[in-house]
């Protein structure tokens, strides 16, 4: 089965910028995903959609990050990257990948996702 590794969390201070990673491994190809999401979980909060990039390249952000943080992928389309610019400290969460069919839609198993913590 696909196995999903985020990576590239830390601890940073406001104003600061991280660049995280998203390692697919397993039958990915055999699923063949048509779109790459980060999501995020706060503590006592439910896990929300970040960002998202398609097979085609379209990006789609929340508005609570749109102009700080950029997903991309690389050119083999194994790994999947979150930059993370200007953070803040609401910007501290539990950080995920996974993917799906569409945009919003993810059908993997989440993996142990990475921690961001950024301070005041």
């Known amino acids: 089965q696909v196995q999903l590794v985020e990576s590239g969390g830390g601890l940073v201070q406001a104003g600061g910028s991280l660049r995280l990673s998203c390692a697919a491994s397993?039958?990915?190809?055999?699923?063949?995903?048509?779109?790459w999401h980060w999501y995020r979980r706060a503590p006592g909060k439910q896990r929300e959609l970040v960002a998202a990039?398609?097979?085609?390249?379209?990006?789609n952000y929340a508005e609570s990050v749109k102009g700080r943080f950029t997903i991309s992928r690389d050119n083999a389309k194994t790994t999947v990257y979150l930059q993370m610019n200007n953070l803040k400290p609401e910007d501290t969460a539990v950080y995920y990948c996974?993917?799906?069919?569409?945009?919003?839609?993810?059908?993997?198993?989440w993996g142990q996702g990475t921690q961001v913590t950024v301070s005041s």
């Open positions: 996974n993917a799906g069919p569409r945009v919003g839609l993810v059908v993997l198993h």
């Open positions: 397993g039958r990915i190809f055999s699923i063949n995903p048509l779109a």
């Open positions: 990039i398609t097979s085609g390249g379209d990006t």
